[in-house]
């Protein structure tokens, strides 16, 4: 069964402390792995497709990375408005329109 | 451009209502979903359209019943739902027969009294 654990559940910094979150993931052949952002009562809003071990997209000051076992989202310098939930799910098996999400990781920048 | 529409943003329906959930995207995908997420949970899938015909249902109760009338549109219609159906619905739709992402719509937020 296909698994996406995030950590941690919620994260607290300060404006300008930059940090990871952490997805980990067992999956019976990757086919893709989404990060998502998602603030409360909306949908959530798309941020990056990795598909392969050792590519890494970037946004602003959102990076994402992935490995044949997990990936992070590192935030360098981050600003209140980049508080929200971040989202992890992945896509195994060819063909298949199943997306399995992780719990999420709720982030907080405090000003 | 890419925009997921979906309306109402709210609804309140009493338990013996029947009404519908909309949804509309023009980025060319053929493939068009509903989720449904539950407070502080991750979205859950329940139906899948592939080029408008529905190819998962994830054992969804038959008071939900999904509708493509085309390639552009989806619809969620309810019938008879229980105030624990009470939640965030989102629709979201991607490439098809790709593993694309998936862009979602805004949500209808649900209340079953």
């Known amino acids: 069964e296909d698994q996406v654990t995030q950590s941690p559940e919620a994260l607290r910094l300060q404006e300008g402390e930059s940090s990871s979150l952490n997805c980990s993931y067992t999956v019976s052949g990757l086919r893709g792995l989404f990060w998502y952002r998602q603030d409360p009562g909306k949908g959530p809003e798309f941020l990056f497709t990795l598909y392969s071990a050792g590519e890494e997209k970037e946004k602003e000051r959102l990076k994402a990375t992935l490995t044949k076992k997990e990936s992070f989202l590192h935030i360098t310098a981050p600003k209140p408005e980049d508080s929200a939930t971040y989202l992890c799910?992945?896509?195994?098996?060819?063909?298949?329109?199943?997306?399995?999400f992780g719990k999420g990781t709720k982030l907080s920048v405090i000003p | 451009d890419t925009e997921v529409t979906q309306t109402p943003k709210h609804l309140v329906m009493g338990m013996t209502n029947k009404k519908s959930l909309k949804c509309e995207q023009h980025?060319?995908?053929?493939?068009m979903y509903w989720y449904k997420q539950k407070a502080k949970k991750p979205p859950e899938l329940m139906f899948v359209y592939s080029y408008e015909k529905l190819s998962i249902n994830e054992s969804v109760p038959s008071r939900f019943s999904p509708e493509c009338p085309n390639s552009s549109l989806l619809n969620l219609h309810l019938h008879a739902l229980q105030p624990e159906d009470s939640a965030l619905y989102l629709c979201?739709?991607?490439?098809?027969?790709?593993?694309?992402?998936?862009?979602f719509g805004q949500g209808t937020r649900l209340t079953v009294v």
């Open positions: 980025m060319g995908h053929r493939a």
């Open positions: 979201a739709s991607s490439q098809a027969g790709k593993n694309t992402e998936a862009f």
């Open positions: 799910a992945v896509q195994a098996r060819a063909g298949s329109y199943q997306l399995t």
